[in-house]
């Protein structure tokens, strides 16, 4: 009788990544173990859902595409497979339903991660996936083998395909560490990690922190080069924080790599135009202090008036002309990006060079690797989410083609 053998796959990696090319390989008729080193999974997920689960955008394919930077090329028949439509299809079937918030970004309606997290890992588990916790890949074995570290000693396992979905390197309290890039890069191209939508630095004196730290910018552009783009940013102790700013980090962080810093430049009245600004400043100030005077011509005040004074020299403040102007284009001197422990996600990893197809690693055949470890970027906007989904998904059919299986 001809004995029928269920093929088989390890998934390594918890995270959206893992999770998903494990739904795939099931799906494809593939036994699946899938081992994490934390003690539960999806740790970063659940805290991307923290402040709003941003699963993805609703702006057009095209649109969302150029998104992607220098990896589009990589990524973008993984994003036609999976794109941010599919993803939103993808919660409809967990139950879990969403919505366009006013920026185009998608939310689920409850908006946190936690209750699809769970529908998705039970209808998982419903259809065979093993998990594995508290299971640590330290490397491969002499012979191949997957090595473990578990609570009870060290464990090798193997299997004829396997999935590699270990993350970046920030946030490394979520499990996401980036160590396996030490054993990994003997074998495997990686660029170093970098971090990816992240704060910046700034040489703000200690009158401004003591006064601003904490406060939100809210209605300005934010100008780096020819883009351009509205939003706010709150000022920290040490610099600036928030998702305008990562929307321009990736070009910032390369600037002051290059260079030792970089320059933003903020229009603080998007409203009101030089020439106005100009005209309102030049009319006598009488007994009026220069901050009344300013924000009486101007709207300034708070933390806008108080960016102004840090970051001009004063002599500007006596000329009506060279204000307007500057008001319309201050020039924020940035010194380094925040650590990558800090990053919203990393750059670097896995290179395109060093993968066949999609994401087989070129170097161990059998073996693929999906979502942050890979070496491309993104912005904030449910774009890192849709990309690991996507790459999760293509992991997994790659791997299954692999193992020969049929799709169902
Ligand atoms: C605060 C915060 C908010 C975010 N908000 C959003 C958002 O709203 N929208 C969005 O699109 N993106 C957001 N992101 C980014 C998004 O969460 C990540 O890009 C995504 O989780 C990466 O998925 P992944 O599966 O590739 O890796 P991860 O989610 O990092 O999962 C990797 C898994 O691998 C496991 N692992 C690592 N090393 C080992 C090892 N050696 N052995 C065994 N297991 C290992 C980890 O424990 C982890 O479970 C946010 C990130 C942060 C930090």
């Keep these: 009788m001809l004995e029928v053998v269920t093929p088989r796959a390890i998934v390594v990696g918890g995270g959206p990544a893992g999770l998903m090319a494990a739904d795939v390989l099931l799906d494809r008729g593939v036994a699946v173990d899938l081992y994490d080193a934390m003690p539960s999974l999806g740790r970063k997920f659940l805290m991307a859902g923290k402040s709003g689960l941003n699963l993805t955008h609703a702006e057009p394919l095209e649109t969302f595409l150029t998104r992607f930077g220098a990896g589009r090329d990589w990524l973008e028949s993984s994003l036609r497979n999976f794109d941010n439509a599919a993803v939103r299809d993808w919660a409809a079937g967990l139950g879990v339903e969403t919505f366009v918030g006013s920026s185009g970004r998608v939310f689920p309606t409850e908006m946190k991660a936690a209750p699809l997290l769970r529908r998705w890992l039970a209808r998982l588990r419903d259809r065979g996936l093993r998990i594995h916790v508290r ?60 971090p990816a939508n992240a704060g910046f630095d700034v040489a703000w004196t200690p009158h401004f922190v003591e006064r601003f730290a904490g406060e939100p910018v809210k209605s300005v552009v934010l100008k780096d080069g020819a883009t351009a783009r509205p939003g706010e940013f709150v000022v920290t102790e040490t610099g600036i924080e928030g998702s305008a700013v990562y929307a321009f980090s990736a070009s910032l962080r390369d600037q002051v790599d290059r260079t030792g810093s970089a320059q933003l430049t903020l229009d603080l009245t998007p409203d009101r135009g030089e020439e106005r600004l100009v005209q309102a400043l030049s009319k006598d100030r009488g007994k009026q202090s220069l901050s009344s005077h300013l924000r009486k011509a101007t709207g300034l005040k708070g933390v806008k008036a108080g960016l102004l004074r840090e970051c001009l020299s004063p002599d500007v403040f006596q000329d009506p002309v060279r204000l307007g102007a500057a008001i319309k284009a201050v020039p924020l001197r940035l010194i380094r990006s925040r650590p990558l422990e800090e990053a919203i996600s990393s750059a670097g990893g896995v290179r395109w060079d060093a993968v066949t197809g999609t994401t087989q690693l070129a170097a161990m ?16 906007g449910g774009y890192l989410l849709t990309a690991c989904f996507a790459l999760g998904r293509r992991a997994g059919e790659e791997a299954a083609d692999f193992l020969g299986t049929a799709s169902r």
Excluded at 148 to 153: A, E, I, L, R, V
Excluded at 179 to 193: I, T
Excluded at 368 to 379: K, N, R, S, V
Aim: hydrophobic content about 45%.
């Design 365 to 380: 055949p059998g073996t693929f690797a999906a979502g942050e470890m890979l070496d491309w970027e993104a912005p904030t």
């Design 135 to 194: 299971h640590r890949w330290t490397g491969w074995g002499a012979d191949g083998g997957l090595i473990f570290d578990t609570p009870s000693g060290p464990v090798t396992v193997s299997a004829p395909a396997t999935v590699l979905a270990l993350g970046g390197a920030s946030w490394p309290q979520l499990g996401s560490d980036g160590a396996w890039a030490g054993w990994m890069r003997n074998r495997v191209a990686l660029s170093p990690f970098r």
